[in-house]
């Protein structure tokens, strides 16, 4: 499971903008649940081929007992709750504040590991000015930039080898007996992960699941973290599920948690081959939804979206949500869209249909030879448009990867290549393939 780290520090000190460095991307979800003006943001970020989840918090001011300081202090304590390592972030410029030692104080107690960034120190790393931050006494301070991006790659070594070194035992004490997929290989049971909001009827529709007879359940028990998965077969198709968010297992039956954690969502969805998106028709896309849609878009993982409690709304409420989801959740066009209703276990028949077929999408094996027929065939349909002096010649093309399938196009020129010719050139390999409920991902290669 992907390690958590937050980021804590005064406002000011540059928290957003060694987040934006750690995860290079747009926002994953926003923890809007509280209403909160100023939230937790949640980000994936990776080191070679370590990834992580970074949360950023709007600041922290522990003495204050009003407002928004006082949200805001709970959203920190939330994030550190929920992290596996701390970043304390504080400002070279302006010293160590008396809100600092404050924060400092409330690390302390929290028995995290705690990391010392002092920022802003661009061309200042053997600057005297760090020795005053040893006074926290909470390890070696790094000094770092975040914006110039100066220092960040040692820090999060750091923090990165912390937990290395704890995963070694873990794994010989905790292995759940279920192998590491071998790259490339369709493994043998769907890993599926059921995302959505709070009350959406994600316990309800796991326990219409694992309830039906035809349905063998084999019992789990929780490995490492608290970590629940049920492994299950479906018309001879293995599944397992993932642990999912806002859920707890109480004997048998799931039910659901009253707090929804984001990290559990992010977690379970790296996690998933294939994720079951699902929407309440009665409330509607919310926002929400859509943050969740679009990190799943970001994870490349395979999804289905379902919008259950069909049963509970009428005829015009129909229409209103099916429109609601193809402007909200345009970027999901691919995902096929299925209405159902966990309570009253309509449209479960083809739901399982859609998730299968997605699945094997995900892993479709395409060979070079009819890849690279499929592109010169498109090519000549439509040719690509030129770009300054030369067209963009499309030689051949591979398969670089499953689970978002990847199509890897050779020839010359292909920086040119415009995102509407490789829609285009995704649109006919899907097509030929079948491909449904996966993101299909086009890379160009160019040689020189
Ligand atoms: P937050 O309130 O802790 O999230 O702080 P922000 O990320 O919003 O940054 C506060 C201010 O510090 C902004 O004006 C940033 O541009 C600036 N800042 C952030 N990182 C650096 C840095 O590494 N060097 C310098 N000189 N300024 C920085
Ligand atoms: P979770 O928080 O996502 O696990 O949601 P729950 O499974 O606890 O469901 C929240 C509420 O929605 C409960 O009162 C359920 O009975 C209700 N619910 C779930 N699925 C359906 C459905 O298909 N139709 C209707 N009408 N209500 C449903």
């Not at 980000?43 to 522990?62: A, K, Q, S, W, Y």
């Not at 999804?303 to 409420?317: E, G, H, L, P, R």
């Not at 067209?391 to 499953?402: D, E, S, W």
Request: hydrophobic share 40%; net charge neutral.
């Amino acid at each position: 499971m992907k390690p958590v780290i937050a980021l804590v520090g005064r406002p000011n000190v540059g928290k957003s903008t060694l987040f934006n460095r750690l995860t290079k991307s747009r926002d994953a979800i926003v923890a809007d649940f509280a209403g909160l003006t100023r939230d937790r943001h949640y980000g994936d970020g990776r080191l070679g081929d370590r990834e992580f989840i970074v949360i950023d918090t709007g600041g922290f001011e522990p003495d204050s007992s009003t407002g928004i300081v006082k949200e805001m202090a709970k959203q920190t304590r939330q994030a550190v709750a929920e992290a596996d390592a701390v970043i304390f972030v504080l400002d070279i410029r302006t010293g160590l504040a008396g809100q600092d030692m404050d924060i400092g104080r409330y690390l302390r107690q929290c028995n995290k590991r705690v990391f010392v960034a002092v920022n802003k120190a661009e061309g200042m790393s053997d600057s005297p000015l760090m020795a005053e931050f040893h006074e926290l006494g909470m390890g070696e301070p790094h000094p770092v930039s975040s914006a110039h991006g100066q220092g960040i790659r040692s820090l999060l070594e750091a923090v990165l080898d912390s937990f290395d070194e704890g995963r070694a035992t873990d794994d010989d004490v905790a292995f759940d007996g279920d192998a590491p997929d071998e790259e490339g290989d369709e493994p043998r049971a769907i890993r599926l992960a059921v995302a959505g909001r709070p009350n959406v009827g994600k316990s309800t529709l796991i326990n219409t699941w694992l309830g039906e007879e035809r349905l063998v359940a084999f019992d789990m028990p929780g490995t490492t973290r608290d970590a629940i998965s049920v492994d299950f077969e479906r018309n001879g198709q293995k599944f397992k599920l993932i642990d999912t968010a806002g859920l707890r297992r109480k004997g048998k039956v799931f039910e659901a948690i009253e707090k929804f954690s984001v990290v559990k969502t992010l977690q379970a969805i790296s996690d998933a081959n294939v994720v079951l998106l699902l929407i309440d028709a009665t409330q509607g896309v919310t926002d929400q939804d859509a943050h969740i849609a679009g990190y799943v878009l970001d994870s490349g993982r395979a999804v289905v979206v379902a919008i259950n409690k069909w049963d509970a709304i009428d005829s015009y409420q129909r229409e209103t949500i099916e429109r609601q989801i193809t402007t909200r959740l345009a970027f999901l066009r691919f995902a096929p869209i299925l209405q159902i209703s966990a309570l009253k276990r309509q449209g479960l028949g083809p739901l399982w249909k859609a998730l299968a077929d997605s699945y094997s999408s995900a892993y479709k094996k395409m060979t070079t030879p009819v890849l690279t027929r499929l592109v010169h065939e498109a090519v000549e349909h439509q040719q690509p448009k030129r770009a300054g002096l030369s067209r963009p010649k499309l030689r051949y093309a591979h398969q670089g990867g499953m689970n978002p399938p990847i199509v890897v196009i050779h020839g010359n020129a292909l920086e040119g290549v415009s995102d509407v010719y490789k829609r285009y050139l995704e649109g006919r390999i899907r097509d030929h393939y079948k491909l449904v409920g996966t993101p299909l991902r086009i890379e160009m290669r160019s040689s020189k």
